[in-house]
């Protein structure tokens, strides 16, 4: 299947803002979606935006998606330690109901 | 707050046993997966289910089985463990609209 691309490492100081990038191949991708997994858990749903918009925030988290240029990103505001984890892209394809993940990008805050 | 549950949380288990993992959750989704998690972090599908009596092999090739006879429960099986099977398995469902999927905690397999 197509490719999702991210970066693999980011590191931010506390208070910072991070941004992870995410970049798609398939343009019939109709929700992106971005997970968290911290150390020993599974993967926990952030946030995720359908294909139509171009932004959505919520609390500290704002995503962005330029369809254009098949580009996601997520922005987190006031970086705290507590952000320092693995962040997947997800995209789900319209041909079908499972979701395909980028390798993930690892997240370190420091103070 | 998503409810789906995998246990053993972690294991280890000599080469040649059998083995299943399993994994419950209570929201009554009809799609479960199973995905394996190499220590590079990468996700790979290796099952999915659209409901009962319904299994598919995902993108990864993998030895193991499923089965869903019951819509809350997607047990996988290894007859005969083997350490190439050291691995991290998360269990996962999926929600109606939006398709979004909520994991389990996972379950750290190490065969020795």
């Known amino acids: 299947g197509e490719d999702v691309e991210q970066s693999l490492f980011l590191s931010v100081r506390e208070g910072d803002s991070s941004v992870i990038n995410c970049t798609y191949t398939?343009?019939?991708?109709?929700?992106l979606y971005w997970y968290k997994q911290e150390p020993g858990a599974g993967l926990q749903l952030l946030t995720y935006?359908?294909?139509?918009?171009d932004m959505k925030q919520d609390q500290r988290l704002t995503v962005l998606l330029n369809k254009k240029d098949k580009h996601l990103s997520l922005r987190i505001a006031d970086t705290q330690t507590g952000d320092s984890a693995i962040y997947f892209c997800?995209?789900?394809?319209?041909?079908?109901?499972?979701?395909?993940f980028g390798k993930g990008t690892s997240l370190l805050v420091t103070p | 707050e998503a409810d789906i549950y995998q246990t053993p949380r972690y294991l280890v288990i000599g080469t040649g046993k059998k083995i299943t993992l399993e994994c419950s959750q209570t929201?009554?989704?009809?799609?479960m997966y199973w995905y394996q998690q190499d220590p590079g972090m990468e996700l790979h599908l290796i099952h999915y289910?659209?409901?009962?009596?319904?299994?598919e092999k995902g993108d990864l090739s993998s030895e193991s089985t499923v089965s869903r006879i019951r819509t809350e429960h997607f047990p996988l099986t290894l007859e005969s463990a083997r350490p190439s099977h050291t691995s991290q398995y998360l269990c996962?469902?999926?929600?109606?609209?939006?398709?979004?999927?909520?994991f389990g905690p996972g379950t750290r397999l190490t065969v020795t």
């Open positions: 996962a469902s999926s929600g109606d609209r939006v398709d979004e999927q909520y």
């Open positions: 398939d343009s019939s991708s109709t929700y």
């Open positions: 935006i359908f294909s139509n918009m």
């Open positions: 997800a995209e789900r394809i319209n041909s079908g109901y499972a979701l395909n």
């Open positions: 929201m009554g989704h009809d799609k």
């Open positions: 289910s659209y409901g009962v009596n319904s299994t």
